[in-house]
Every structure is written in C-alpha cells, then in structure tokens.
C-alpha cells in the first residue's frame, strides 16, 4: 500500500514537472511521518525514500534515535517551542517552519559544531489568519536579514501552509504569492533556491508555481 503511494506520488510528480515545463529533479518529496508508524517510515525507506519530515519534536526524536539512519534526512515542519530547539538543532537538516528571531537564534547557538549549517526556511502566513503560524509577508524581509547573520543557519527560502480550498486556482494564488515573495529576496540578493510547498491536496498547484519541496503526508500513508 504504502510502497504503491509512494510511486503514484512520484509519477504526479513526474507528470505536473513535465505539465508546467519543469524539471522534476527539482522537485524533493519529503514524505511526513508524523502520527505514522515506524514500520511504516521504515517501509518508505525501503522504497529508497530519504527524506521525511515530522511536526512534534518528541515523537520525532524516538524515532530518528531508534531508526539511527545516517542516510536519512530530517526536515522539522511543526511549531517551535523554545525548550524545544536544542532537540532540534541536534537532530534535523532542515527546518521548514522558523517564524522568530528569537528561535532562530537559540538553533544557531545550539546547532552542534560538528554538524554542517541548519537549513532553514522561513514560514509565512500568505492569507494573513489571525491563528496561524508564520510571519507576515511584510515581515520575511526583515526576519531574512537576521537569519543571515547568523552563522550557523543557512536560509534556504520560504515555506507555507494556505488557507485550505479545494479551488485550484485560488491554491495557486497563495502559492503564487510566496513565490513573489522569494522572488523579492533574490532581488536583495539572498541565494534562496527552496519553496517548500504543496501538500496531499494541493499539489499540483504547488508544482505548477514552482515548489521545489513537497510536503507529502495522506497521500502516501493514509489518514492519521
Ligand atoms: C501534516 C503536514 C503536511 C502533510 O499534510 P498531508 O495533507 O498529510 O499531505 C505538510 N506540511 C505540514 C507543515 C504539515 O504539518
């Protein structure tokens, strides 16, 4: 089951690439795992699947410790507590969902001298909602600039989670959206090559506006 999802995701994959004049290697599924079972993630390892990402750092952590897979790659999608960032900074590649200078901060202290630069991406609130993660739109510039001087971190773009619609064209508006926002930082002269959007309902929106990583979960794994 899960061996069959994973290749009909790829194929979507494939197929939207060629669609919207894209290369798909371009484009990284990061397969997430949370709420999901270890058999599971390691029957999507056995698929030749790397790279996973989960949102509760607990959870996470038993399981990238037990797995204790140096091939495996970790990308963190879930909201940051500050007690949560030293787990963190240990434990993951890349982190999707930094909002805060002050979080950005405790990872670029707390990242271990051994391991290379933290990727990071900021999160934005496209549809500005008032109980959501991520900074405004007005805000990336600033909060990008502080990331840069910080060391141990490394941006690599932007990422976001839309107002759900099952409307196509309005999930490309949003994600068009922060794709002018990544396009305003390469004008200032950040090197940032990532949006990380789409997720099991809207990717093909996400590709068609030039995701460079998607989120897939559901899709792959069956509802938590
Ligand atoms: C859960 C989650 C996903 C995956 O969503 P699916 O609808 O299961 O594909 C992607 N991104 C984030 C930030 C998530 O929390």
């Known amino acids: 089951m899960i061996a069959q999802q994973l290749k009909l995701i790829q194929k ?5 690439a060629l669609k919207y004049q894209r290369d798909a290697n371009d484009i990284k599924l990061i397969a997430v795992t949370k709420q999901q079972s270890l058999k599971a993630i390691q029957t999507a390892i056995e698929c030749g699947q790397t790279d996973f990402a989960e949102s509760y750092v607990q959870e996470a952590i038993n399981k990238i410790t037990t797995l204790h897979n140096p091939k495996l790659i970790w990308h963190f999608i879930g909201p940051i507590q500050s007690n949560k960032t030293r787990d963190i900074a240990a434990h993951f590649s890349w982190v999707h ?11 670029n202290i707390q990242r271990p001298n051994h391991l290379s630069q933290l990727n990071v991406c900021i999160e934005v609130n496209i549809d500005d909602e008032s109980s959501k993660a991520g900074v405004k739109p007005n805000e990336v510039l600033l909060l990008a600039r502080q990331i840069d001087a910080l060391p141990k971190l490394k941006l690599r773009g932007l990422m976001t989670i839309p107002k759900p619609t099952v409307n196509f064209n309005e999930q490309r508006q949003a994600f068009a959206k922060l794709r002018e926002l990544q ?41 938590r």
Do not use: N, P
């Open 12 to 16: 979507s994959i494939q197929d939207y």
């Open 97 to 107: 969902s930094l909002d805060r200078l002050k979080i950005a901060e405790r990872l």
């Open 183 to 223: 396009g305003q930082l390469k004008h200032e002269g950040f090197l940032v090559d990532t949006l990380s959007i789409g997720m099991s309902d809207d990717l093909e929106a996400a590709i068609a506006e030039g995701a460079t990583c998607v989120r897939i979960g559901r899709a792959i794994f069956g509802s």
